[in-house]
């Protein structure tokens, strides 16, 4: 019989969302009068930006003609769609990027998982608690970990605590490690990091040889503009620093997927002799083998969040929800709850009254608010004790929910 990748079996808890998902549809079920308002998961609610939907359709339009039909594209992504981020992303934070160094994917969740393929098994990762689930889970799948403790801390990884005694900005490693994940504007806590915070990393990873996975996928939502958005805007970041970014809630692209990934050529690991080789190299070779590339259409609409209407139709959808984490933010505080984040981050952070567990205030919210939003403790064993909300709902959703909870806290 086929043998099982056993590393699955170390996994403690199905993967956090479905999770949420499974006890949400029984509580509907049970309770098919119920208004159930969904601020858990971050998943978008706004139509696409008119301009990206026409190019959307004009580029499906393209399909069906024999001119302009697209079949295989380049693996790694069009050049057009590329040469568009770069100017119109990068170029205005002063950052300058090759062609080459980016890779247009299908989805930030995928690349970050995938991206532990061009690294060796006895790397020492880093990894921030709480964090995105998707961090430590591969780590346990790809079998760079033993088995989990009590808590949920899994042998062989340094875990970086995020609590309120550091502002919720991991401490540097004491130790040496050799991949470091950091995800700012923050999933869960919503908090950002500014540039000092950010050149300490830099200066620990060019220090120690270590490669920074930089998960920027919420950087659209920086209203503060002393915060950086892209990690090679701190000095030496291009030699150690390889970085995501999703269109999903940027551009409202969660049901249509795409991201992409930065690897500058200057960011070098060592063979098994000691020679360095360009990590580039290897995503490339990667990348060309293993997928076929996000579909024509879908990276016609990407370029089109860059047209002057795209773009300025794109920041009204980030705007309305920022303004929907407001409302949270304020009307939280006003009931009395203590938050982060919110400011710069879609996502709000809130320590859970009266000292509940995280999944006791889910069900609290859950059956006397019918509010769903996702326990701190699903991120990590840091996590307990809060709770996050999404900004990402329709207003009169975020509106409806924020009364609820605060009529129920009174
Ligand atoms: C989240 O809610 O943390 C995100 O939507 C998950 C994701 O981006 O995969």
């Known amino acids: 019989m086929a043998k099982i990748n056993d590393n699955y079996l170390k996994l403690k808890a199905g993967y956090l969302f479905p999770e949420i998902g499974r006890r949400v549809r029984a509580f509907a079920e049970a309770n098919p009068t119920a208004k159930v308002i969904r601020l858990g998961i971050g998943d978008v609610t706004r139509p696409l930006a008119p301009a990206v939907l026409k190019a959307f359709h004009d580029a499906v339009d393209d399909l069906a003609t024999t001119d302009r039909f697209a079949g295989y594209g380049p693996e790694q992504g069009y050049d057009w769609l590329i040469d568009t981020i770069i100017e119109k992303s990068y170029k205005p934070l ?55 403790d009590e808590k949920g ?5 340094v875990y970086l605590p995020c609590n309120e005694a550091n502002d919720f900005i991991p401490a540097l ?41 930089f998960d920027a996928a919420y950087e659209a939502f920086i209203t503060d503009s002393s915060i950086p958005h892209s990690i090679y805007e701190i000095e030496g970041a291009k030699k150690c620093a390889i970085e995501f970014r999703s269109f999903s809630k940027t551009a409202g692209f969660t049901g249509v997927r795409c991201g992409l990934v930065v690897v500058p050529e200057e960011v070098m ?15 490339l070779r990667r990348t060309t083998t293993k997928f076929n590339g996000a579909s024509y259409p879908v990276q016609r609409a990407a370029a089109a969040v860059y047209s002057e209407e795209g773009w300025q139709q794109t920041r009204e959808i980030i705007d309305y929800y920022m303004e929907n984490a407001r409302i949270i933010r304020e009307g939280l505080t006003e009931a009395g709850v203590t938050i982060f984040g ?34 701190g403790s699903g991120f990590g064993p840091s996590g307990e004790g809060y709770f996050r909300l999404s900004a990402f709902g329709n207003r009169e959703n975020v509106v409806e929910a924020v009364e609820r909870i605060k009529k129920n806290l009174k």
């Open 153 to 157: 801390y899994y042998q062989g990884v």
């Open 173 to 213: 490693p004491t130790g040496k490690v050799d991949i470091i994940y950091l995800c700012f504007p923050n999933n869960p806590t919503g908090v950002v990091a500014d540039k000092a915070e950010l050149q300490r990393w830099v200066d620990y990873a060019n220090a120690n040889d270590a490669v920074i996975f």
């Open 269 to 283: 690991g060592t063979t098994p002799s000691g020679e360095k080789y360009s990590f580039n190299k290897l995503w």
């Open 342 to 375: 919110g400011v710069n981050a879609p996502y709000i952070w809130l320590k859970t009254p009266a000292g509940m567990t995280s999944w006791d205030f889910f069900d609290k919210l859950l059956t006397e608010c019918h509010v769903v939003g996702t326990p």
């Open 94 to 148: 002063g950052v300058e990027l090759k062609t080459s160094e980016m890779f247009i994917s299908d989805g930030s969740k995928c690349d970050c998982a995938n991206i532990l393929d061009i690294f060796a098994m006895d790397n020492v990762v880093a990894i921030g608690d709480p964090v995105y689930p998707v961090y430590n889970d591969t780590n346990v799948m790809i079998g760079r970990t033993g088995e989990a």
